[in-house]
């Protein structure tokens, strides 16, 4: 089993709609939880950030964390064809980061 | 891509080749990371350093080694280049001044082994 699982898709909605992606993990040591934007053929960007557990909102985006069911998410309101990209979760452990598969989004206009 | 590039960018090389890949910063970052991403896996981590000649396995580090003398120079090799290989791989960087440890990734090296 991989420590952070992550349903890669295809998702694919209509512009204006609200998203949900979702992961899970399976390590207890996590502290960190963040979440990587890749556009296609560009290298991974933060996106958020969550600290334990709790909720953390950034203009369209909020980032959830649930660790009594280890269970991690970000939503997107007011989808944007511009939002359309691969979207990573990831644990973070000392000095390392563990990455789920990966989520491809696409917003249709 | 916080000023790290990696080169070369696209390589097709054959089974068996030795194969190195570079990674350059100029953000002065202690951390530094080699990662792969293929369909259906995400990002896995190869190696990673926490200092010059101070370097780590990650998940997947059969038949790669590192080396960085410099701050600012991180290499991956490839002794014997196999299909399996075959990947996009991306260098990050980490000042871990904060502590959930942003990572800067850059561009991204496309390697085919034939």
């Given at each position: ?10 998702l ?5 709609a ?17 979440w990587?934007?890749q ?9 958020m ?8 909102e ?5 980032a959830?964390v ?8 970000l939503?997107?309101r ?17 000095g ?8 491809e989004?696409?917003v249709?206009p | 891509?916080?000023?790290?590039t ?17 990674c350059?910063?100029?953000?002065n970052h ?26 780590d ?20 090799t490839?002794?014997s280049?196999t ?6 791989y ?12 942003e ?5 991204g090296?496309?390697?085919t082994v034939?």
């Amino acid at each position: 089993q991989k420590e952070v699982e992550q349903d890669p898709g295809p998702l694919s909605v209509p512009e204006g709609a609200i998203v949900s992606l979702n992961c899970t993990y399976s390590n207890s040591a996590f502290q960190y939880f963040m979440w990587y934007r890749q556009y296609s053929r560009k290298g991974p960007e933060l996106l958020m950030y969550t600290y334990s557990s709790g909720n953390k909102e950034d203009g369209r985006f909020t980032a959830q964390v649930d660790k009594s069911s280890k269970y991690i998410s970000l939503f997107i309101r007011d989808s944007q064809p511009s939002d359309s990209a691969t979207y990573l979760c990831a644990g973070s452990e000392g000095g390392k980061l563990i990455f789920g598969q990966g989520t491809e989004l696409s917003v249709k206009p | 891509d916080a000023g790290i590039t990696q080169s070369p960018r696209h390589k097709v090389t054959e089974t068996g080749t030795p194969v190195t890949l570079r990674c350059h910063q100029t953000e002065n970052h202690r951390y530094m990371y080699w990662y792969r991403q293929d369909p259906g896996h995400g990002l896995r981590l190869i190696h990673y350093s926490y200092g010059v000649k101070d370097t780590d396995k990650g998940e997947v580090s059969d038949g790669y080694s590192v080396s960085r003398s410099k701050t600012e120079d991180f290499l991956l090799t490839l002794e014997s280049a196999t299909s399996s290989q075959t990947s996009v791989y991306f260098c990050a960087i980490s000042d871990f001044q904060r502590k959930y440890n942003e990572q800067f990734f850059g561009p991204g090296t496309r390697l085919t082994v034939l």
